[in-house]
Structures are given as structure tokens and as C-alpha cells.
């Protein structure tokens, strides 16, 4: 089985969200998994913003980089330049893409104000898991 990691600086909004998109839209065969170079736990926010869009990631939680999968991965995902720049060397064998997407935490203002944010940021993990998918068949 082919394994992807998705990965982000502490596991709690993109990598979380890509993980929930993927286990549903890649192809069965590949085993999915997302982690952090730090751990800040899932934000309330990520998972209400995939509830929106029929995906429950309540059961996930935010994790550190295992060194062990990630060498076993044949694709790595990179969803933040700190994490790019952060995450261990991989074997050569992996594929490691970069998708530069803003971290939704980091939106000001009151929840509701950064609601428009996570949807934003969701919709675009959605579309590259989907072109993703596309290619990985």
C-alpha cells in the first residue's frame, strides 16, 4: 500500500483538513496520514469548515513528524514553507510536492471573522487533493 503524509507546521488546520479530504478522494489503495514539526492540536474551525462540506475529521489528531512513515511515504506533501523548510530528508524514492497555502489560524479577528478564511483555505486543499487524485490513478 502506498502511503502519502501531509504536512504543516503543527498539524492543526491545512495538514488536518488535506488528511480528511484525501482519505476520500484518493484512491483506496493509499494510506494517508498528516503530522507536524510541532504539535498545536486540530482547531475547532478546520473541523467545522469540513463538517460544512460532509467530512468528519473530529476523530483526527495532531501529531509530530514520524521520521520511520515519512521514509516509507512515496508522496509528501508540504503545506506550508515552514514546514517545507522544517521537515526531515526524505530517500530520494519520495515524491515531495509543495502547496504554499496561508495558515487560516493566523486570520484576525473574532471566529465568525475567520470562518470565510478556513473555507477559503479548505477550497483550495480540495482542489489540489482532487488534481492530486487525478494523477496518483
Same mark, same amino acid.
Given at each position: 500500500?502506498?502511503?502519502?503524509?501531509?504536512?504543516?507546521?503543527?498539524?492543526s488546520?491545512?495538514?488536518?483538513?488535506a488528511?480528511?479530504?484525501?482519505?476520500?478522494?484518493?484512491?483506496?489503495?493509499?494510506?494517508?496520514?498528516?503530522?507536524?514539526v510541532e504539535?498545536?492540536?486540530?482547531n475547532? #474551525?478546520?473541523?467545522?469548515?469540513?463538517?460544512?462540506?460532509?467530512?468528519?475529521i473530529r476523530?483526527?489528531t495532531?501529531?509530530?513528524?514520524?521520521?520511520?512513515? #515519512?521514509?516509507?511515504?512515496?508522496v509528501v506533501?508540504?503545506?506550508?514553507?515552514?514546514?517545507?523548510?522544517?521537515?526531515?530528508?526524505?530517500?530520494p524514492?519520495?515524491?515531495?510536492?509543495?502547496?504554499p497555502?496561508?495558515d487560516?489560524?493566523?486570520?484576525?479577528?473574532?471566529?465568525a471573522?475567520?470562518?470565510?478564511?478556513?473555507?477559503?483555505?479548505r477550497?483550495q486543499?480540495?482542489?489540489?487533493?482532487?488534481?492530486?487524485?487525478?494523477?496518483?490513478?
Amino acid at each position: 500500500m502506498a502511503k502519502i503524509y501531509f504536512l504543516c507546521t503543527g498539524n492543526s488546520c491545512r495538514s488536518q483538513m488535506a488528511e480528511g479530504f484525501a482519505r476520500q478522494l484518493l484512491p483506496a489503495d493509499w494510506e494517508v496520514a498528516s503530522a507536524g514539526v510541532e504539535v498545536h492540536g486540530v482547531n475547532p #474551525l478546520a473541523v467545522q469548515v469540513m463538517a460544512e462540506v460532509g467530512i468528519d475529521i473530529r476523530q483526527q489528531t495532531s501529531k509530530l513528524i514520524d521520521p520511520e512513515y #515519512l521514509a516509507q511515504c512515496a508522496v509528501v506533501v508540504t503545506l506550508c514553507g515552514d514546514a517545507r523548510d522544517r521537515c526531515p530528508v526524505t530517500p530520494p524514492t519520495v515524491t515531495r510536492l509543495h502547496w504554499p497555502l496561508p495558515d487560516p489560524a493566523q486570520a484576525p479577528g473574532s471566529p465568525a471573522e475567520k470562518l470565510p478564511v478556513f473555507r477559503q483555505v479548505r477550497d483550495q486543499i480540495q482542489a489540489q487533493i482532487v488534481a492530486l487524485a487525478k494523477m496518483l490513478k
